[in-house]
């Protein structure tokens, strides 16, 4: 692979102060920073499995669809009976309705386009940078659990999951050293706030209240995530970070304070080519490295091959 320029090298996107790796991997790239995951880090990350314990790391398909407002209501699942047995398909499937992985085409940063500059005519005729790039391509390698949850509560400063906690760099390098782990180029960093078991912990009526709030505005949802500011997303590139997830759903702090960072997202996808996973599983997960100490693991992920696809289901294991 070629040199990777560290975050300060890379070009400005015009006069916005924000910078760009459009043409880091080459000119009309469609993968982004799923670049980092090459077969020599497939390999060893494969070296990592001891046990063969396959951990999921995937909601049911059907939770959460009290969570989110507009079209993420809930499929329909019809099932059709016959003599021979059953056949089934479903309606009003989202693909970011549950676990999921949003793709490239997700998110732009302002007018400057989508990821490698690209403008909605390409986009849409070209039907470029679809989530089946990466299915082609499989999000493979060497995953991290970064446990931000249990370090607080360690540190007797539990975090709340309805309350915004911006979590930058040096924080997320303090809970990999209290977890005697180092971050490597390459890694699929995994980040534990707690939230989703907050949330599954909730009735119905409360999930249901929550029903529409999730937008980055102020007034909106709260809850702890990774810090907006340009700085943390330097971190990221500069630790050449092939994907991140976690269990909360917009991977970053909500609400967005525009007034100290933006919405990390712009960076993230737009501006680095970086996959972003929200509302991951992470609790089985936590409770197992906890046991053995030991916060790596191959991860596999296997998005669906969908042609022009904006986002789709994570389909993912941690494999120990």
């Known amino acids: 692979m070629a040199r990777i320029p560290p975050f300060r090298e890379l070009p400005q996107v015009g006069h916005s102060g924000e910078h760009q790796a459009w043409e880091v991997f080459g000119a009309g790239d469609q993968l982004g920073t799923v670049n980092l995951l090459t077969p020599e880090r497939v390999k060893q990350a494969a070296g990592l499995v001891r046990t063969g314990r396959v951990i999921n790391l995937s909601l049911p398909l059907n939770f959460p669809i009290t969570l989110y407002g507009g079209f993420r209501t809930g499929y329909r699942h019809h099932i059709e009976v016959n003599r021979g047995g059953r056949d089934d398909y479903v309606d009003n499937f989202a693909m970011q309705g549950s676990s999921q992985w949003d793709s490239l085409r997700h998110i732009r940063y ?26 082609r391509h499989g999000i493979v390698g060497r995953g ?4 931000a949850a249990r370090y607080m509560e360690h540190q007797g400063s539990p975090l709340d999951a309805t309350q915004r906690f911006a979590m930058d760099g040096p924080f997320l390098e303090r809970v990999a050293q209290a977890q005697q782990l180092s971050v490597q180029a390459g890694d699929i960093v995994l980040l534990r706030t707690g939230w989703l078991a907050w949330y599954g912990g909730l009735d119905e009526a409360g999930r249901e209240a ?4 999730l937008h980055p505005g102020e007034g909106g949802m709260a809850c702890p995530g990774l810090d907006a500011a340009q700085e943390t997303a330097a971190w990221l590139w500069d630790h050449q970070i092939a994907a991140m997830a976690a269990d909360n759903v917009a991977l970053e702090a909500l609400p967005v304070d525009v007034k100290t960072g933006g919405f990390q ?5 737009a501006l ?11 609790e089985e997960l936590a409770r197992d490295c906890a046991q053995d100490g030991v916060y790596e693991f191959f ?8 042609p022009g696809g904006v986002g789709s289901p994570a389909n993912a294991y941690a494999i120990k």
């Open 110 to 135: 302002r007018e400057f386009g989508y990821y490698g500059g690209r403008q909605d005519e390409q986009v849409d005729d070209k039907a470029e940078l679809g989530i089946e790039h990466w299915a």
């Open 144 to 147: 991290v659990l970064l446990d």
């Open 210 to 213: 929550l029903r529409g709030t």
């Open 265 to 269: 997202h712009r960076r993230l996808i």
């Open 272 to 282: 680095q080519g970086m996959p972003v996973g929200e509302v991951w599983d992470l």
């Open 299 to 306: 991860l596999v992920s296997v998005p669906l091959n969908l």
